[in-house]
C-alpha cells in the first residue's frame, strides 16, 4: 500500500493507521481525540448486529484510543497504567450501554462488568448472561403455554362435555357444530315455555291455579259432588 499511496482508498489508509498504532502506539501522535471521545460515547450496536460483529467494531475503536486489556487471559498480562484503565473501563462501558436488548442490557449493567478486566471477557458475561435470560423466557413460555391448555380444557368440558381430543375429533368430522346446534335446540325447547309464561300475565293466570293446591281442592270436590247427591235419593219402598 505504500508503494500506491496514490492510488490507496479511505479504507485502506484507516487499516494501515489502525496497525500501526496497534505497533507503535506510544509513537503515534494523535490529533483526533475529540473524535475518539465522541465515537466512544455515541458508540451502540446496530440493529439485528451479532454479538460478535458489534465486539470487533469495539475492538478497533480501543485500538483507536490505543487502549489495552483485549486479552482472552488475565494471566501473563501486564498490569494496566491508570490511564490505560480508564480507557479500557470507557470503551466496556459503551459496550455494554450500546447494547439493543434492553433486558440483556440491564442484566449485564448489574453484574459489575467493569470489573471483568478486558473487553474480551465482557464478551463471555454478555453471552453468559443472554444464555440465562433465554432459559429464563422458555421457561415464561412454557408455564403460559400450560396455563392456556388448562383453560381450553375447562372450556371444553364446560361447552361440550368433552375432552379436548373428542372436541377436536368432532371438529375435523364436522359432527360438531351438528352437536353445538342440537344442544341449542334442546335448551331453547326447555326454556321457551317457562319464557312465555313470564312474559305472557294470561298464559301465567290460566296456568298457574290448575296447579294451585286451592283449584286441586275444588276439583276434587266437584268429583264427589254427583256421588253424594246419589246417597240424598229417598229410597222408594
Not at 507503535?24 to 450496536?45: A, V
Not at 460478535?52 to 494496566?80: F, I, P
Not at 361447552?159 to 375429533?169: D, E, I, N
Not at 335448551?187 to 290460566?206: H, K, V
Amino acid at each position: 500500500m505504500i508503494d500506491d499511496r496514490e492510488q490507496s482508498t479511505r479504507e485502506q489508509v484507516a487499516e494501515f493507521k489502525e496497525h500501526l498504532s496497534a505497533r507503535f502506539p506510544s509513537q503515534i501522535i494523535d490529533y483526533s481525540e475529540g473524535i475518539i471521545h465522541h465515537d466512544i460515547k455515541t458508540f451502540s450496536q446496530v440493529k439485528s448486529e451479532p454479538l460478535m460483529a458489534y465486539y470487533q467494531r469495539a475492538l478497533h475503536l480501543s485500538r483507536r484510543a490505543h487502549g489495552r486489556g483485549n486479552h482472552k487471559s488475565l494471566t501473563g498480562t501486564k498490569a494496566l497504567a491508570p490511564v490505560e484503565q480508564v480507557v479500557l473501563n470507557s470503551i466496556i462501558s459503551a459496550f455494554v450501554e450500546g447494547l439493543q436488548d434492553e433486558d440483556l442490557r440491564n442484566e449485564v449493567s448489574s453484574r459489575s462488568i467493569l470489573s471483568c478486566g478486558s473487553l474480551w471477557r465482557s464478551v463471555e458475561v454478555i453471552k453468559e448472561t443472554q444464555q440465562s435470560l433465554n432459559l429464563a423466557r422458555e421457561g415464561k413460555n412454557r408455564s403460559a403455554e400450560k396455563q392456556e391448555i388448562q383453560q381450553i380444557r375447562a372450556l371444553c368440558d364446560a361447552q361440550f362435555g368433552k375432552s379436548v381430543t373428542s372436541v377436536l375429533a368432532d371438529l375435523s368430522s364436522g359432527n360438531l357444530e351438528l352437536s353445538r346446534a342440537r344442544t341449542c335446540r334442546d335448551s331453547d325447547a326447555e326454556t321457551t315455555p317457562q319464557r312465555q309464561q313470564a312474559e305472557n300475565p294470561e298464559i301465567q293466570s290460566r296456568v298457574a291455579p290448575e296447579t294451585s293446591p286451592e283449584q286441586l281442592q275444588k276439583n276434587f270436590s266437584r268429583e264427589l259432588q254427583p256421588k253424594a247427591n246419589e246417597q240424598q235419593l229417598p229410597l222408594r219402598g
